[in-house]
């Protein structure tokens, strides 16, 4: 009998300094009507979900390529919703993205072999709420962009599982791998 497909995504996991950041706008923002993203569940998608029979194939190419990369800095400077203005179902944090995450993509999809690559540029996010359904209007009419200021240094790499549920997904962390080489920024 074959192996059972699971739901799987590449992603950079957010760390202690993008958690912190997150966890003191939701204190000053709790009367948000959203479902906040648990702080253990905050990552920047890298490659999005597709089905794998073999994540054990896919740590393995991460491991690999993780050697050949830096810690990353990251800075994010907004945060509005999102990802269509008119009906939006996201609260995100946004930034300029480095050249790190394209080549940091082009290279994990030459190591994975996947039916279709995201032909996309890549978009620097990070998701911190999801919207109820019928919170939408409120929240088109609120109109929310808000600048941050958030920076970090992204250390690791991980192979997440989605669980879809009826409460929303849910994310486990099959493998996770440091970068190998420090940033320069790095003691």
């Known amino acids: 009998m074959g192996r059972v497909a699971r739901r799987v995504f590449i992603g950079i996991p957010a760390g202690e300094e993008l958690r912190e950041h997150v966890l003191e706008f939701r204190k000053r923002h709790d009367w948000l009507r959203v479902r906040w993203i648990r702080p253990e569940n905050l990552h920047l998608?890298?490659?999005?979900?597709?089905?794998?029979?073999?994540?054990?194939?896919?740590?393995?190419?991460?491991?690999?390529?993780?050697?050949?990369?830096?810690?990353a800095d990251v800075e994010f400077t907004t945060l509005s919703s999102g990802p269509d203005a008119a009906k939006p179902r996201l609260?995100?944090?946004?930034?300029?993205?480095?050249q790190f995450f394209s080549t940091l993509r082009d290279e994990l999809y030459a190591r994975i072999p996947l039916d279709h690559a995201d032909e996309r540029s890549f978009f620097l996010h990070l998701t911190v709420a999801r919207f109820r359904l019928d919170e939408q209007?409120?929240?088109?009419?609120?109109?929310?962009?808000?600048?941050?200021?958030?920076?970090?240094?992204?250390?690791?790499?991980?192979?997440?599982?989605?669980?879809?549920?009826?409460?929303?997904?849910?994310?486990?962390?099959?493998?996770?791998?440091?970068?190998?080489?420090?940033?320069?920024?790095?003691?």
């Open 137 to 187: 209007d409120a929240i088109v009419r609120m109109n929310l962009r808000i600048p941050v200021d958030w920076s970090a240094c992204l250390r690791t790499i991980s192979l997440y599982e989605s669980i879809l549920k009826p409460t929303g997904a849910e994310y486990r962390v099959l493998c996770e791998v440091p970068f190998a080489i420090k940033n320069y920024n790095e003691p």
């Open 45 to 71: 998608t890298i490659i999005p979900p597709w089905l794998s029979k073999n994540p054990e194939n896919v740590c393995a190419a991460l491991g690999d390529a993780a050697l050949h990369f830096p810690a």
């Open 91 to 98: 609260l995100w944090a946004t930034g300029k993205a480095s």
